[in-house]
């Protein structure tokens, strides 16, 4: 089968990769334009990009695939049966969609219809989901509205962040694209409708679950007020990690890992703040944003709008990331200080 790979971030790595090894051929990858980035403004590849050039694989990009006649004929070129795509970041339009005799078929980070849109992972850790997972849908011209063919749930954890939930949904993404080109292989099609009458496609109206959207994460998502419950603040380090922050004494201060001590989180927090809530922190009439206590190898807890939350690791401005004993030392805070 010859197939038209779309995908940018690293999320799309392992999908490809897992189709390249396998018996089919990836004829094309399509990704978003090299971006300028970093103080000397230099061009950065696509992690995707960078894949393909590793595996040889022939390179399309476009501004603005929408429009993008040259884009458009390059790919016809290479006559594909099939377009995989993962997290590629434009819309495709129908007249693209069309091309493939086997379909347009796109792996999704959510358990569509919830979490439509740019940053799925993100809105379900902020949501505080208790699952999450992949679905593999068939692409229309809206945004991920298709019949979905197959999906796989993962639970989300109290300390999962981004980067570890988007780990594991990537190499489910790769699996079940193994298992979507297997389906649509042994569907015995003869033309695009017969194949994907023979699919059994579940419609995203006939699945349970309200329609949500899943926006583009904006700088002002970022910024931490710790007028909020410490779970809010927690879930939203975790799933804008390593980005939201605060600011101390000047500087930007990007908070990577917390963990909240209230009691009724007792059974999922790690030992260590396990210990921290056994010492019967008091924490009452104590203005939100104070540094309540600073302890020694493990970290600097912090009173949110209910309960205290314990920063285990940040980077402060023009620094590398810190934790316990070494964020304390370099911050040189001190117990009354509030942000």
């Known amino acids: 089968?010859?197939?038209?790979?779309?995908?940018?971030?690293?999320?799309?790595?392992?999908?490809?990769?897992?189709?390249?090894?396998?018996?089919?051929?990836?004829?094309?990858?399509?990704?978003?334009?090299?971006?300028?980035?970093?103080?000397?403004?230099?061009?950065?590849?696509?992690?995707?990009?960078?894949?393909?050039?590793?595996?040889?694989?022939?390179?399309?990009?476009?501004?603005?695939?929408?429009?993008?006649?040259?884009a458009r004929n390059k790919i016809l070129k290479y006559k594909p049966d099939i377009f995989i795509v993962v997290a590629y970041g434009q819309i495709l339009p129908n007249s693209l969609l069309?091309?493939?005799?086997?379909?347009?078929?796109?792996?999704?980070?959510?358990?569509?219809?919830k979490w439509r849109g740019a940053a799925p992972i993100q809105w379900s850790i902020l949501n505080g989901d208790e699952q999450t997972g992949v679905g593999i849908m068939q692409m229309e011209e809206g945004l991920d509205t298709g019949p979905v063919l197959i999906e796989e749930k993962v639970t989300i954890g109290l300390n999962d962040n981004y980067l570890s939930v988007s780990e594991k949904l990537s190499h489910i993404s790769a699996k079940l694209l193994l298992e979507t080109i297997e389906i649509i292989k042994k569907s015995r099609y003869s033309n695009t409708k017969t194949n994907l009458s023979l699919l059994k496609l579940t419609c995203q109206k006939d699945k349970i679950g309200k329609i949500t959207y899943a926006r583009q994460i904006e700088k002002k998502d970022l910024n931490i007020n710790f007028n909020s419950n410490c779970i809010d603040i927690h879930k939203k380090v975790m799933a804008l990690y390593p980005n939201s922050y605060i600011?101390?004494?000047?500087?930007?201060?990007?908070?990577?890992?917390?963990?909240?001590?209230?009691?009724?989180?007792?059974?999922?927090?790690?030992?260590?703040?396990?210990s921290i809530l056994d010492n019967k922190?008091?924490?009452?009439?104590?203005?939100?944003?104070?540094?309540?206590?600073?302890?020694?190898?493990?970290g600097i807890i912090v009173q949110c709008m209910d309960y205290p939350i314990l920063i285990k690791k940040a980077k402060l401005e023009g620094k590398k990331s810190n934790f316990g004993k070494s964020l304390i030392q370099q911050l040189s805070i001190i117990k009354g200080y509030r942000f």
């Open 1 to 70: 089968m010859k197939i038209a790979f779309w995908g940018t971030p690293n999320f799309a790595v392992p999908s490809l990769e897992a189709l390249y090894k396998s018996e089919n051929d990836i004829v094309c990858v399509i990704t978003q334009p090299d971006k300028r980035r970093g103080r000397r403004n230099s061009q950065i590849e696509s992690p995707i990009k960078k894949k393909a050039i590793e595996l040889s694989i022939p390179i399309i990009t476009s501004q603005s695939i929408k429009n993008d006649i040259r």
């Open 98 to 113: 069309t091309i493939p005799i086997l379909g347009s078929w796109n792996s999704h980070a959510s358990l569509l219809p």
């Open 247 to 274: 600011i101390y004494k000047g500087k930007v201060l990007k908070l990577e890992s917390t963990e909240p001590l209230a009691e009724k989180y007792s059974l999922e927090i790690t030992p260590e703040a396990k």
């Open 281 to 298: 922190i008091k924490y009452k009439n104590i203005l939100p944003g104070t540094v309540i206590e600073i302890v020694k190898d493990i």
